[in-house]
């Protein structure tokens, strides 16, 4: 490469030219980018391999269960100004026996909220904003609410405090396994700019499945063993081929690194393969996603790749 064309929402087209270019838009983005350079190379940049936008991954995040105690939960009361957020893994010896994927549930008191009296409402309301040293735009009506209801605000305050929650909610965090078929593509539709836009089919296989179900079974076995309460699974997780009803907005894997070109896009010093100076950074380039969430790996490996380049001379040709 020696150039890449600019193009601004603005109607401002230009050219930029340099000695090595770095893609670090995101995990579609950057896999967009490639496809879309299909003027250069007929399937886009860095595609000899039909590698590019396959293997996408996102780390599902929803709730998935209810943990209800059989006695005192007093192990579950939050401190005033605090709150409750305890996370669940499983083994490394479950996982190698019954082989299952990392991961990882979060437990925290159900919100009362849905059930909350009018005058504890409106005293939560304006408590949020004097803690952010800014009174809502309404708080002469919330504290009118307050004075119309001061039995309900009474009431809803002292739950807060000292009522110890009898339910806890399971919060699912896992990880998957990277799929070939699941993948970014170039849509028919185009952005503002010209360029096509991004299609996202992103599978998740019975591994992926197992490996939630049998993750919350063995963490309601625990709670039972420890005599503190039952867990029950959400039924929709029961069923065959259950679909995910969100991610974490963790776009993993669409660029994934290999030695090898014919496994993966970029090479181990996040180049692209058959590229002499195009590299990737972010967290496309992950060949798997753990369960942790990908900042700090992202930070790490853009660090390396910007020693790399520092310490590197001219482009060779590694094409």
């Not at 490639?34 to 991954?57: C, P, T």
């Not at 009506?141 to 110890?164: C, N, P, S, Y």
């Amino acid at each position: 490469m020696t150039a890449v064309r600019v193009a601004c929402l603005t109607g401002n087209r230009y050219r930029v030219r340099a000695r090595r270019f770095v893609l670090a838009t995101g995990g579609i983005e950057n896999a967009r980018l490639l496809l879309a350079s299909n003027a250069v190379a007929a399937s886009g940049l860095g595609n000899e391999h039909d590698l590019v936008g396959r293997y996408f991954m996102d780390h599902p995040s929803f709730d998935a269960g209810t943990i209800t105690f059989d006695g005192s939960s007093a192990i579950a009361l939050a401190p005033l100004g605090s709150g409750v957020d305890a996370g669940f893994g499983l083994p490394r010896a479950v996982q190698e026996q019954e082989k299952l994927l990392n991961f990882n549930c979060h437990v925290r008191p159900a919100s009362r909220d849905a059930f909350d009296p009018p005058g504890y409402a409106a005293l939560r309301t304006l408590g949020r904003g004097l803690s952010r040293w800014r009174l809502p735009a309404d708080w002469q009506g919330l504290v009118g609410d307050v004075a119309a209801d001061l039995g309900g605000a009474a009431g809803g305050l002292w739950q807060r405090l000292f009522r110890e929650p009898g339910v806890l909610v399971a919060h699912v965090y896992p990880e998957v396994a990277p799929q070939r078929d699941s993948r970014v593509l170039l849509s028919t539709e185009r952005d503002a700019l010209g360029v096509p836009r991004a299609d996202l089919d992103w599978r998740i296989g019975d591994i992926d499945r197992r490996t939630i179900v049998r993750g919350l079974e063995r963490i309601g076995a625990g709670f039972a063993r420890a005599g503190l309460g039952r867990l029950r699974i959400d039924e929709w997780l029961l069923e065959p081929g259950f679909a995910l009803p969100e991610g974490s907005f963790h776009h993993i894997g669409t660029t994934r690194m290999a030695e090898d070109r014919r496994q993966g896009v970029v090479d181990p010093d996040c180049r692209v393969h058959g590229m002499r100076n195009l590299f990737v950074a972010g967290s496309s380039v992950f060949p798997t996603c753990g369960f942790a969430p990908p900042t700090m790996t992202i930070v790490g490996l853009t660090l390396r790749l910007a020693d790399h380049l520092a310490a590197a001379g001219e482009p060779e040709n590694r094409g």
